[in-house]
């Protein structure tokens, strides 16, 4: 099963329909991996040039050109920090966690239905 997390406005409604998605035997464990900035002002930097700039460029190339233009504004939709660990707990997954993946670049959020 697929779901995204992109071009949410108000993630609440869309988080509490994780939980009954996750209700058979089969689904009991979410995870979602997406891109988050980096806390290193360094890595940031670097980050901000590669994700901004590069991606659209080369994605352009290869794909549609306006998806990846969008991909990294879209990136702005996500909820900041923890806020996602808090909303998956909220939802029902009482051991949401949120890992930073690739010095920070990329966040890991898995859950399971309690």
Known sequence: MKLTFRRRGNWNPYVTQ???????????????????TPANPILRWGHAIY????????????????????????AAYLPPGDGMTTMLRAAGFADADRRLLSGGITQLLTGTRS
């Open 18 to 36: 994780l939980y009954p998605v996750s209700m058979g035997d089969l689904y009991q464990r979410i995870a979602f991996l997406e891109v988050s």
């Open 51 to 74: 994700f901004g700039h590069v991606v659209p460029r080369i994605g352009g190339l290869l794909s549609d050109r306006a998806a990846y233009r969008y991909l990294p504004k879209s």
